[in-house]
């Protein structure tokens, strides 16, 4: 399914309010580094807003030959490296490469940059039929704001960070400790949070006006929207349930990241960057949470959110949602692929009438290669990191504060270990004992 003229004609004019709203912010953005003094900056912004007013008024001409739109060879070819694995190896590379030249995109100039070119791939994007029913959606809009203010604010926070590290290493004070005048509560900060509150009041209002609120129909059990997802801050949450049974998923995992931040500032050592930015004296604690946050959190919400369909298939960007798509998993336990696939054997079973510790000595003995991986995994790997790689770790956090660390550490990467499992062996459990209604 592909962009019709119809659609395109609709289109047309938010395309042409979108392309003129860019011309306008880079026209601005000119102005202010013209007077700066940065005219080759300026000068290349000029050009870019002129030529986002031509992009504009061929959308405006609601001709689905002018519209501008991506090629569709270009969507297909997304379309076609599109999947759960790409996907998550892509966002887990591009957080790397932020992170080891935060220096060179944390510069103002780059920034507005890669801003322009995703607001441009974006509006080329709204043109296919496919992605805007998607991204246009109601539900979905202040989404897709969340994801660019959520850019914006860890790009001043890098950004203030990596400041902060470059005065600290000439021997200065970092910036917080420079601006660190105090102001009353009355009236100063109280008169800037009663402006912000009206200035929220006015766009909120705005926004119910031109963005009805996508109420459906009185809920039915006959009748359920497929697919039938969670609210988007849950989308994680329920990724995460298609890896684990949902004791795992829904309870301890939701439950460690709850205990983990209470326990956060117990477990700390490091007595520098409390109260400014700083990421080259806690680079240990900033790559966990980043990664944590954004590629165990984030990346799962846009995944889930954008890239689930129905039947919770994984769809490209530009490709339509149809119910029919069948994907057939053939997911296999641990023990089938031990005891069945590599032994060529029957899964150990108890004889007819055994008696119930010969059960459950069967049992364990079925589960026996994934309770070794499990066991080597949360029992021996922590003290083999504490004499290698967290040897540091270890002797200045003693013996309690590290086995919490690691452990609350090694229980988070179940999460990627888990998915790259799944994809890459078709590996559903580990350990399967539907006596007890045990898996993970």
């Keep these: 399914m592909h962009s019709s003229g119809f659609f395109l004609k609709d289109v047309a004019g938010f395309l042409g309010g979108y392309y003129a709203f860019m011309a306008v912010m880079n026209g601005v953005a000119a102005l202010?580094?013209?007077?700066?003094?940065r005219n080759v900056w300026a000068v290349t912004w000029a050009v870019f807003a002129g030529a986002m007013m031509v992009l504009a008024s061929l959308a405006l001409s609601a001709s689905p030959a002018f519209v501008p739109a991506?090629?569709?060879?270009?969507?297909?070819?997304?379309?076609?490296?599109?999947?759960?694995?790409?996907?998550?190896?892509?966002?887990t590379v591009l957080l790397g490469v932020l992170f080891v030249f935060r220096k060179f995109f944390v510069q103002p100039m780059v920034a507005w940059t890669i801003l322009n070119v995703m607001l441009v791939l974006m509006g080329l994007s709204m043109a296919d039929e496919n992605f805007a029913a998607i991204v246009m959606k109601p539900d979905n809009v202040p989404i897709v704001g969340l994801v660019f203010l959520l850019a914006f604010f860890t790009w001043v926070a890098t950004k203030q960070a990596v400041v902060n590290d470059e005065r600290i290493a000439q021997g200065l004070p970092p910036m917080e400790k420079v601006n660190d005048e105090k102001?009353?509560?009355?009236?100063?900060?109280?008169?800037?949070?009663?402006?912000?509150?009206?200035?929220?009041?006015?766009?909120?209002?705005?926004?119910?006006?031109?963005?009805?609120?996508?109420?459906?129909?009185?809920?039915?059990?006959?009748?359920?929207?497929?697919?039938?997802?969670?609210?988007?801050?849950?989308?994680?949450?329920?990724?995460?349930?298609?890896?684990?049974?949902?004791?795992?998923?829904?309870?301890?995992?939701?439950?460690?990241?709850?205990?983990?931040?209470?326990?956060?500032?117990?477990?700390?050592?490091?007595k520098k960057g409390n109260g400014y930015y700083s990421i080259e004296e806690r680079k240990f604690s900033y790559l966990v949470y980043q990664f944590g946050f954004f590629e165990l959190w984030i990346t799962l919400i846009i995944l889930g959110t954008f890239l689930r369909?129905?039947?919770?298939?994984?769809?490209?960007?530009?490709?339509?949602?149809?119910?029919?798509?069948?994907?057939?998993?053939?997911?296999?336990?641990?023990?089938?692929?031990?005891?069945?696939?590599?032994?060529?054997?029957?899964?150990?079973?108890?004889?007819?009438?055994?008696?119930?510790?010969?059960?459950?000595?069967?049992?364990?003995?079925?589960?026996?290669?994934?309770?070794?991986?499990?066991?080597?995994?949360?029992?021996?790997?922590?003290?083999?990191?504490?004499?290698?790689?967290?040897?540091?770790?270890?002797?200045?956090?003693?013996?309690?504060?590290?086995?919490?660390?690691?452990?609350?550490?090694?229980?988070?990467?179940?999460?990627?270990?888990?998915m790259i499992l799944r994809w890459t062996f078709n590996l559903r459990y580990l350990v399967s004992i539907p006596e007890f209604s045990l898996n993970f």
């Design 183 to 270: 102001v009353l509560v009355w009236p100063d900060l109280v008169y800037t949070e009663l402006i912000c509150m009206v200035g929220v009041s006015a766009f909120l209002l705005f926004w119910a006006i031109f963005l009805p609120a996508p109420l459906e129909e009185p809920a039915s059990s006959v009748k359920t929207p497929n697919p039938s997802k969670a609210p988007w801050y849950f989308l994680g949450l329920q990724e995460m349930l298609v890896y684990f049974d949902p004791w795992y998923a829904g309870v301890v995992l939701p439950s460690l990241v709850v205990f983990g931040l209470m326990a956060m500032p117990y477990l700390d050592f490091n």
């Design 309 to 418: 369909g129905p039947n919770w298939n994984f769809f490209g960007p530009f490709e339509y949602w149809t119910p029919y798509k069948v994907e057939v998993l053939n997911n296999v336990d641990l023990p089938q692929m031990f005891w069945v696939n590599l032994l060529d054997r029957p899964l150990p079973r108890a004889p007819q009438g055994a008696g119930v510790l010969s059960q459950i000595g069967f049992v364990l003995l079925r589960e026996a290669p994934g309770l070794v991986l499990l066991g080597a995994y949360l029992v021996l790997l922590p003290p083999l990191l504490a004499v290698t790689v967290f040897r540091g770790f270890f002797a200045k956090m003693g013996f309690v504060r590290y086995m919490v660390m690691v452990s609350l550490m090694l229980l988070m990467l179940t999460l990627p270990i888990k």
């Design 70 to 91: 991506l090629p569709s060879g270009a969507r297909s070819l997304v379309n076609s490296l599109s999947g759960p694995v790409l996907y998550t190896l892509g966002t």
């Design 32 to 37: 202010l580094l013209w007077q700066k003094k």
